[in-house]
């Protein structure tokens, strides 16, 4: 029951989906004519924007994570590499 509210919530959570219900939200309220709270919706939909389309935010917030524990030094001998993710064309190989 918890992974579906999570899910649920994070749908409407995410930055992405909170800026198209605000700029949906502001687009109501223009045809609604409710001319105090469109502009209100549309500038909080303009500042998510900004945070997560234009300010490197996200990086910001990664380089704290990797900074926070220190980098291994690499092995004298390395066996093999072992590559996460993604299938490969048998064919091509």
């Known amino acids: 029951m918890f992974f579906g ?3 649920i919530f994070w749908l409407f959570a995410a930055p992405s989906s909170l800026l198209l219900l605000l700029l949906g939200a ?5 045809l609604l004519k409710w001319r105090v709270a469109a502009p209100r919706f549309g500038l909080a939909a ?3 924007f900004l945070l997560i389309g ?3 935010v996200q990086n910001i917030l990664l380089r704290h994570l990797e900074n926070q524990h220190p980098r291994a ?8 590499v072992l590559i996460l993710g993604g299938g490969l064309d048998w064919r091509v190989l």
């Open 5 to 7: 509210l999570s899910k």
């Open 26 to 30: 502001s687009v109501i309220c223009l």
């Open 46 to 48: 303009g500042g998510i």
């Open 54 to 56: 234009i300010l490197p």
């Open 73 to 80: 030094g690499w092995p004298a001998r390395v066996d093999g």
